[in-house]
């Protein structure tokens, strides 16, 4: 019983042990989860991009960071969505389609806000996504 215990204990310890010694990794920027969406960011959106923005979910920013699966829209399902989707970044998508649609001239600095609340929730709840992605 005394070596059951001592084995337990001996494995509970180096598990702590490796859990301390590995560093959480630091966040992902936009140009490692949608590197297509950050460089169309950088040089300006043009009217195309515009409307991939407001009306295709699979195409868009968020579509992208989800490998462009649709994966995102619950594979345009909504009973899904719980199942095999993320309703943060659905409601992001549509947030930022809608400004999309509704703003005739923008500036990408108006994207910002939504940018950096999407990367803060990726980087939360998604990151595995984006670190098996790099693998591949």
Request: some cysteine.
């Amino acid at each position: 019983m005394i070596g059951i215990i001592s084995k337990i204990h001996g494995i509970h310890r180096r598990n702590s042990r490796k859990s301390k010694q590995l560093s959480p990794s630091p966040p992902f920027t936009l140009d490692e989860i949608c590197p297509t969406w950050a460089t169309k960011l950088k040089l300006g959106l043009t009217n195309k991009d515009k409307q991939v923005l407001s009306y295709d979910s699979k195409y868009c920013l968020v579509g992208e960071a989800w490998g462009f699966t649709g994966r995102q829209a619950g594979y345009y399902f909504a009973p899904l969505i719980p199942f095999i989707g993320c309703w943060t970044c659905i409601k992001l998508g549509k947030d930022m389609g809608k400004l999309s649609r509704e703003k005739m001239t923008y500036k990408t600095e108006d994207f910002q806000p939504l940018i950096k609340r999407f990367l803060e929730h990726w980087n939360q709840r998604h990151k595995l996504i984006t670190e098996r992605m790099k693998e591949i």
